[in-house]
């Protein structure tokens, strides 16, 4: 249920209008009980991040699941961005990276066993399916280990999927509207962390993912670790630290 892979080449309730052009842009924030337009994100994650876990699992998968059930139930957290009324761009992110798959599946064990039963198989989601297991096994020890009834200490947060279709992150759109749509969501994301008091989150982005890995790095982020253990792709791992 993790999405490495970033389509950003370079969350606050924003909304406004660009003085360079006039476009209708809002970033529309979800999490802590509130779903976002499940269609809206699902594609977007699918088009942007062919590579994901949770592209092989499908659309549907995501639609129905993982884009509805986990925001409602404060599992993971985010925002889409709209430009001119079209999902310009979206990223999801958890506060507790190390417990997420753990609660997810046994929060809703019967709901993910129905919605797997009913996309499963294609050969492609079962490969989706066995990769997000290899990555659960890879924090289930660091999981067991965490404490409990402490609030947010100890955790680490992470940015679980970040993307922003070419059309809008183009050096053009960007000249004429002066809007940075992969910032704006970067920024909210890790306005969230600090605000709930995280002071460590990481992300995992494509190891051939240069321009991707400029951008985060641009943003404070730092390189810790080659080959992250469940991953089926080489990855790299970043970490963000509350200064």
Do not use: C
Request: glycine fraction near 12%; proline fraction near 5%.
């Amino acid at each position: 249920m993790f999405s490495r892979g970033t389509a950003v080449g370079e969350v606050t309730d924003v909304q406004t209008s660009a003085t360079r052009k006039k476009v209708d842009y809002k970033i529309v924030p979800f999490g802590g009980g509130i779903i976002p337009n499940t269609r809206h994100i699902a594609e977007l994650h699918a088009d942007l991040l062919p590579r994901s876990p949770l592209t092989k699992l499908g659309i549907g998968f995501m639609s129905r699941f993982y884009y509805k059930q986990l925001p409602k139930q404060g599992l993971i957290f985010g925002a889409v961005a709209y430009v001119d009324g079209r999902p310009a761009g979206f990223v999801s992110a958890t506060y507790d990276s190390d417990r997420l798959l753990r609660r997810a599946i046994r929060w809703n064990w019967l709901r993910l066993s129905w919605v797997l039963a009913t996309s499963l198989p294609r050969p492609k989601r079962l490969v989706g399916a066995f990769e997000s297991m290899g990555i659960f096994k890879s924090r289930e020890s660091r999981a067991s280990n965490l404490p409990v009834g402490q609030g947010t200490a100890g955790l680490t947060g992470e940015v679980l999927s970040i993307g922003v279709r070419r059309t809008f992150r183009s050096p053009e759109f960007k000249i004429q509207s002066g809007l940075q749509i992969g910032k704006d969501l970067m920024y909210g994301v890790m306005a969230g962390f600090e605000k709930s008091q995280i002071v460590r989150a990481r992300l995992i982005v494509d190891a051939k993912d240069i321009a991707g890995q400029g951008f985060f790095r641009g943003l404070g982020w730092e390189p810790r670790r080659r080959n992250v253990p469940g991953w089926w792709t080489a990855s790299t791992e970043y970490l963000w630290i509350r200064r």
